[in-house]
């Protein structure tokens, strides 16, 4: 089975919902001509990155109710369609989260667990943190989305993996940082040294976008990615600039990989739950909980 | 396989990409003034290499025809810097005016006239600032920062004068690195070679009114404030005791130039502590 994937890195303007959503609307209309399957924008698309006060302004909520969903699940009629937004919840905590729109419907929401509150990094802050990892069927297999900080722990990725994902969609808004003498970004160069690590340790597809442009001195790179579950790199989209970029997946590639590889037939899970209790029940102050 | 030697005055590398690095640079001068509705700039052209990079930078990022570059030469001013600066107009093809500033600050020297050399220097910084803000109004473009990370660092800069600015594209490059980064550029060789001066009076240099060089500045600063380093790792390292002690120090004396005043808190919501928007809100 061919899957064909749009990954789209834009630019937002900061706390202007409005504005964005005209954005999506145009790049999903792009992502159709192309013939795209499944389209995906970065964290925080319809807002912008660093909300602070204006957390409270841009939430929404992923319904037919919602003024800035509607459209975006009538649109999902055309294909699958992953977004960033700010979530208000029924209690009206907010969180970061990711919505994936299929068929006009809001099939899965994730909530950002790890929210970064260090360095240049506010977002506990501002934000409730999210407090489940789950993967989610869709008309191309079972996948799980995670949301930039998310995948810098190794353990939500593991667990989407147990949960039966075998597409990984990752979006970020990764603010850019680290110059040395590399044509790459200390940034860039981490987050797709992850990347692949995942697509190889879980012989799984992983697909991610990060947006780009300005906010105030912050600049986002961009350089979305898709790596095949070899660990190959299958499409890079370009650093720092507005791109749409397109790349057909064949599923079967889990198929061969896993039989050459079978680190998923092999992953002792029962063994990792019964050590992880021991761990975390020794009372061992040192242990990692 | 690279291997990673412990830092020492010898070995730390300040070496930066240009290409990546003059791409965000371009890239954030030309966001930060465009989704203002502004699409020109204004820049102070000392005839020095920090503000010859940012008008190349500007000029690249905006169109030489949007970058307004300002001489403001005052009596002693070296013949040098504006014959530098010239070069840097032509080279860039940016426009440019001359702005003589003697006539504007002698008579603020003349009601005292036991003033000393930094008084003077701070009026004159300011006097720059002033003729650089009118002419933001008169060309509609927003001034351009030219301070660098270790000038900033080290507060040797005069407070709402060199350092006021819309937007600062050079804050954070040590001084090697605007040097390294001038090179690529093709900043003339005149600017890149000559010993960095306020050329607020003859003969005044940098790295003589400091006491120390940018070079050794750059790197100690670099594990200081890269690297977090303590003061103490840093003699370990191998820098001497009375330089990171006065390097420290300038560092922490001088932080209030790098803050906006603080507010006396009273109400539920105070700018400054939780009435927390970036600048580019809504844009």
């Known amino acids: 089975m061919k899957l064909s994937i749009a990954l789209a890195q834009i630019n937002t303007v900061l706390g202007n919902v409005k504005r964005n959503l005209d954005k999506h609307l145009e790049y999903i209309e792009q992502a159709q001509a192309a013939g795209s399957d499944l389209l995906i924008f970065p964290e925080l698309s319809l807002t912008g990155y660093v909300l602070q006060d204006l957390v409270p302004t841009v939430a929404c909520r992923p319904n037919h109710d919602d003024p800035v969903f509607r459209p975006l699940l009538d649109a999902s009629h055309k294909m699958d369609i992953m977004v960033g937004f700010v979530e208000e919840d029924v209690r009206n905590r907010f969180y970061i989260a990711s919505a994936y729109l299929s068929k006009g419907e809001t099939v899965h929401v994730h909530r950002k667990i790890y929210l970064p509150t260090y360095g240049m990094f506010d977002e506990s802050r501002f934000f409730a943190w999210g407090d489940a990892v789950e993967a989610f069927d869709t008309r191309f297999g079972r996948a799980g989305m995670l949301i930039c900080e998310d995948f810098w722990h190794a353990s939500p990725p593991y667990l989407l993996w147990l949960d039966g994902a075998d597409l990984f969609l990752f979006h970020s808004s990764s603010p850019g940082r680290g110059v040395s003498e590399a044509p790459i970004l200390d940034s860039a160069r981490w987050v797709n040294h992850i990347l692949r690590a995942y697509s190889s340790l879980y012989t799984s597809f992983v697909i991610h976008t990060n947006r780009v442009g300005y906010e105030d001195g912050l600049n986002f790179w961009g350089g979305a990615a898709v790596y095949d579950p070899n660990g190959n790199l299958l499409c890079e989209g370009p650093f720092h600039e507005e791109a749409l970029t397109l790349v057909e997946v064949d599923l079967n590639e889990l198929h061969r990989a896993r039989a050459r590889l079978p680190l998923l037939r092999d992953e002792r899970t029962a063994l990792v739950q019964r050590e992880l209790n021991r761990i975390l029940n020794s009372g061992n102050r040192n242990s990692g909980r | ?283």
């Not at chain 2, 020492?8 to 240009?18: A, G, H, R, V, Y």
């Not at chain 2, 440019?96 to 930094?118: G, Q, Y």
């Not at chain 2, 600063?221 to 003699?235: F, H, N, P």
């Open chain 2, 1 to 283: 396989m690279v291997t990673r030697k412990l830092l020492t005055p010898q070995n730390i590398d300040l070496s930066i990409n240009t290409d990546l690095t003059r791409k965000i640079l371009t890239g954030f001068i030309h966001s930060e003034i465009t989704r203002t509705g502004f699409t020109r700039a204004v820049i102070g052209l000392s005839g020095g290499l920090d503000s010859a990079l940012v008008c190349f930078l500007a000029a690249e990022a905006l169109g030489p025809e949007n970058v307004l570059a300002v001489r403001m030469p005052y009596k002693t001013s070296s013949p040098d810097s504006l014959e530098d600066a010239q070069k840097v107009i032509d080279a860039t093809g940016v426009q440019s005016m001359t702005v003589e500033i003697t006539a504007m600050v002698e008579p603020l020297f003349a009601r005292f006239p036991d003033m000393n050399n930094t008084r003077k220097g701070n009026i004159m910084a300011r006097q720059r600032m002033i003729v650089l803000y009118d002419q933001s109004a008169a060309f509609n473009g927003l001034v351009i920062g030219t301070g660098n990370k270790t000038e900033i660092l080290l507060g040797y800069t005069t407070q709402f004068g060199d350092s006021a600015c819309a937007l600062n594209p050079i804050g954070d490059l040590y001084k090697a690195q605007v040097r390294q980064l001038s090179k690529a550029l093709g900043v003339p060789d005149s600017i890149i070679t000559k010993p960095p001066s306020a050329d607020l009076w003859a003969g005044q240099t940098d790295e003589n009114e400091l006491g120390f060089t940018y070079a050794d500045a750059d790197k100690l600063l670099y594990l200081l404030v890269d690297q977090r380093y303590t003061a103490e790792e840093c003699i370990e390292a191998g820098f001497s005791p009375s330089f990171v002690k006065a390097v420290v120090e300038r560092v922490r004396r001088f932080h209030y130039k790098r803050m906006l005043p603080p507010i006396a808190k009273i109400s539920n919501r105070t700018i400054g502590y939780d009435f927390l928007y970036l600048r580019d809100w809504g844009t």
